[in-house]
């Protein structure tokens, strides 16, 4: 099992970057699928959460109405959409799945990408 995690770079605040992360997962519509992040100095926290079909999706407040999680269960890719960026949402960016309930919780994930660095510069 593979996840590849690309799109993050270097971006003014008020920019938008669209990352993405492809995945070699058998029966990858069977997974839910999340990104976290985790900044200089700080724990790995959730960003966003979408269910096997693409339905449900939750948000940590902080990014809430500014990224939109997606994924495309044929070319078994997650995406997140981030737009109005922010200085403090610099961070390495990380995507992974677990192959059962939906959780926030880092530590209850099954498979990690390697992560993409998103720098926002003021």
């Known amino acids: 099992v593979q996840l590849q995690a690309s799109g993050g770079g270097l971006v003014q605040a008020g920019g938008s970057l669209r990352l993405s992360c492809a995945a070699s997962?058998?029966?990858?519509?069977?997974?839910?699928l999340a990104w976290f992040r985790q900044a200089p100095g700080k724990e790995r926290e959730f960003v966003a959460i979408i269910g096997r079909s693409g339905i449900g999706r939750r948000y940590t407040d902080s990014v809430r109405g500014r990224f939109t999680i997606s994924r495309d269960n044929v070319k078994n890719t997650v995406s997140l959409q981030t737009n109005s960026l922010k200085p403090e949402d610099t961070a390495v960016y990380y995507c992974a799945a677990r192959g059962s309930t939906y959780s926030e919780n880092q530590y209850e994930y099954d498979y990690w990408g390697q992560g993409t660095q998103v720098t926002v510069s003021s």
């Open positions: 997962i058998r029966d990858f519509d069977n997974y839910i």
